[in-house]
Every structure is written in C-alpha cells, then in structure tokens.
C-alpha cells in the first residue's frame, strides 16, 4: 500500500520564477493538507483541501495557491518565489468523514531552494 | 495568537534511560495533541495521539500524558533505543478545527550508546 508521495524531492528556483510541487496521497484517502516547514522548525500550516476545494487557509499569501484533482491527488503552486520561500514542503492526506487530522499520514516533502 | 511552546530544544539521554519532552499549548480549545518523529530526509511520522477527553495513553515503550488545566502534554519514552535518535515535534489542533496543527518547534533526542 503506497504512501503518500511527492514529486519532485528537491528543486532549485531562481527568485521570481514559479514552482509547482505535487503529491498523491495515501490509498483511501481523501484530504490533502499542505506544509511548509523551514530549517530548524516546525511546519506551517499551509491550506487543506477535500474535494477539490480549499476548506482552511494558514497565513500565507495569495503566491501560495493549490488545486485538488477528482483522483484526490494535488499541487502547490508559488509564484514570485522569494529567497525566503527556501523550504521543506510536506504534503499530509488523510480520511476525512469524522476523521478530520486523525490518522495524517506526511510525505517525505519535496526541498524547495531559492535562490 | 494561538501557539504550542516545546521544551527542551535537544535532549541527550543515554542508551536504556527515559526521555521527557514538554509542551504547552494556548488555546484552551484545542482537543487533539499528536506526537510525530521525524528522521533526516524524511516527513513526520505519527507516534501517539491523545484526545482532550483522555489523561493519558501508552503504546509499549512511548506514553503521553495530558493536563488540560494548566495546558500541558509530554512524551515520555522508556528504555532508549539507538533508533529513537531523531526529531520529535508535538502539536495541537488550532481550536477545534478539524483543519489545522499548530507544531512545537521541535526537540532533538540524542541516545549515547
């Protein structure tokens, strides 16, 4: 049973360009939460979606935009990349339907450079 | 605003003694507290979970243990392993949400052997 999978595992983005990362999650689920997470630190809630639609939003910019695919899967998309934007970004699926974050299952997160 | 305080920052432990790693969480309605391990290169990993409706829960060497009243959870690890080198954050629901973790800023658990 696969996890959940992210693609690319690393980038490397001149600053001003636009990136799109994407996952596929875990088999049977139905929700994808996206993280950013900076050296050092915990992740940060980026946005949720369930299907195909954005349910919650942390703080963070309109740059940070994402989409749900009928299959479950999704993708991040960031544009005008900044130097700060350099991160680890996680990508959690789960089972919605009662369950809500229980049972989150992350990817091994795709290392996004700036620079 | 709402945030979840994770102390310490490193904790070096021989091979074979207990860990504790501490949390306090601010938002007095959150109700999901989970503990994930991550190792380098990898995603977070959930260890344990607790409810607000429980004090405490165990899975054989790894406990948490909740106190709603003064807003605490920890991670209590016996008998070290060499595997459990890692990085550990804990984290809590922002309010009831169904959506979002709000995340410790991590501790890392060095065992000596």
């Known amino acids: 049973d696969a996890g959940v999978t992210q693609s690319p595992t690393h980038l490397i983005k001149t600053r001003g360009q636009q990136v799109t990362l994407r996952c596929s999650p875990k088999s049977g689920h139905d929700t994808v939460s996206w993280y950013q997470q900076a050296l050092g630190q915990g992740p940060q809630f980026i946005f949720q979606?369930?299907?195909?639609?954005?349910?919650q939003r942390g703080n963070f910019p309109d740059r940070f935009s994402g989409h749900q695919f009928p299959n479950y899967s999704s993708e991040l998309n960031v544009n005008a990349l900044l130097l700060g934007d350099s991160a680890l970004y996680l990508c959690?699926?789960?089972?919605?339907?009662?369950?809500?974050?229980?049972?989150?299952?992350f990817g091994s997160g795709t290392r996004l450079t700036v620079v | 605003g709402e945030n979840v305080e994770q102390h310490p920052s490193t904790l070096s432990v021989q091979e074979g003694d207990s860990a504790v790693i501490k949390c306090t969480y601010s938002d007095s309605a959150s109700n999901y507290f989970p503990w994930y391990k991550q190792e380098l290169g990898k995603g977070p990993q959930l260890i344990i979970d607790?409810?607000?409706n429980v004090g405490e829960k165990k899975d054989q060497r790894i406990a948490v243990t909740l106190n709603k009243t003064a807003k605490h959870f920890s991670l209590h690890i016996t008998e070290t392993q060499p595997e459990d080198s890692a990085v550990y954050f804990c984290?809590?629901?922002?309010?009831?949400?169904?959506?979002?973790?709000?995340w410790g800023a991590g501790t890392k658990l060095i065992i000596k052997p």
């Open positions: 984290a809590a629901t922002r309010g009831d949400s169904n959506y979002q973790l709000i």
């Open positions: 959690a699926s789960s089972l919605l339907g009662g369950q809500g974050l229980y049972g989150y299952t």
């Open positions: 607790i409810r607000s």
């Open positions: 979606y369930y299907e195909e639609e954005e349910r």
